[in-house]
């Protein structure tokens, strides 16, 4: 069985919806360790909606936080601290989907960040999407993963972009499993339709 690290190159760059086609794709389980807020509709409800199969299973997050901000933040304002021994990847017989949480140099407490969770074994998916800046932002955090072992992948979201695409694919050389396009939705079936078009891609990762 595989683990699969999705990540992202910021905030709100379809994380989730990603997590939720691999999910669909794998039959994986799915895990978002931390979570910081809209805890009423957070991503694992998000994920769960969006997901049909019966076989995934969705598991709790290590920390809920109550303040949406960066992990380190929103856990000293609800008075915890993250800690490394405090995130522990479920049991599961089954494929693992794992959600972090911003970007990879996102901190969690004072001396570690979302890459400290990420373990050697696993398989790195990293979410790119079209903006000012977002070329930097993907050439380093691609560049950040090879520098520490990792041969991650690219999944794009959102309108096509092809001068930054097509720089990002020349400097990098990293596979691109597929895009994302800006659905005017996403339910059940669509998630469905994107699982079927990356499945082969993802399997062989």
Request: glycine share 6%; proline share 4%.
């Amino acid at each position: 069985m595989n683990t699969y690290f999705i990540t992202g190159i910021s905030t709100d760059v379809g994380k989730t919806i990603t997590a939720a086609i691999v999910t669909e794709a794998l039959e994986a389980d799915y895990w978002k360790p931390i979570q910081a807020g809209d805890l009423s509709y957070a991503d694992t409800h998000r994920v769960k909606e969006l997901v049909s199969n019966h076989i995934s299973k969705f598991h709790p997050n290590s920390f809920a936080l109550e303040t949406p901000m960066s992990p380190h933040a929103a856990a000293e304002i609800d008075g915890v601290t993250i800690t490394m021994d405090a995130v522990t990847l479920p049991e599961t017989k089954n494929n693992m989907v794992i959600e972090g949480a911003g970007g990879l140099l996102v901190p969690i407490n004072d001396h570690e960040t979302i890459l400290d969770l990420i373990k050697p074994e696993y398989k790195v998916i990293v979410v790119s999407r079209h903006y000012l800046g977002s070329i930097n932002h993907t050439l380093m955090t691609i560049q950040l993963l090879k520098n520490k072992g990792f041969d991650p992948v690219i999944i794009f979201s959102g309108d096509e972009h092809s001068t930054t695409e097509s720089i990002i694919k020349k400097m990098t050389g990293v596979q691109v499993i597929g895009r994302i396009e800006n659905e005017p939705y996403f339910d059940t079936m669509v998630i469905k339709e994107y699982a079927a078009l990356f499945r082969d891609r993802l399997e062989k990762l």
